[in-house]
């Protein structure tokens, strides 16, 4: 039996980047299916304003933080187990 196979980075590298694509729209549309359903009870929305920094540009709600970390761990733990290192 030979020694499993290591991809080339280039072949991790497209499969984090569509694995976090991928993880960025199945959460967007639960984080809007949720929001929606926040927002017709009377409760504040996940879209609410959360962290500013206007000098910088930064408006970040809990809904962005949920989307940015949700991606990045896709693509995290996609790159981690696609090395082929067993």
């Given amino acids: ?4 196979r290591h991809r080339a980075w280039w072949v991790r590298a497209l499969l984090s980047l ?8 199945v959460v967007a549309v639960v984080i809007a299916i949720v929001d929606i359903y ?4 009377g409760l504040q929305p996940l879209n609410s304003p959360w962290l500013e920094w ?3 540009g930064i408006h970040l709600s ?4 949920i989307f940015l970390v949700a991606a990045a761990l896709a693509a995290a733990i996609v790159w981690r187990r696609s090395a082929g290192s067993g």
Wanted: charged share 5%; proline share 17%; aromatic share 4%.
């Fill in 38 to 41: 926040l927002t017709g009870h």
């Fill in 54 to 56: 206007p000098a910088w």
């Fill in 1 to 4: 039996m030979s020694p499993p």
């Fill in 62 to 65: 809990p809904a962005d933080a």
């Fill in 18 to 25: 569509m694995a976090g694509i991928g993880s960025a729209v």
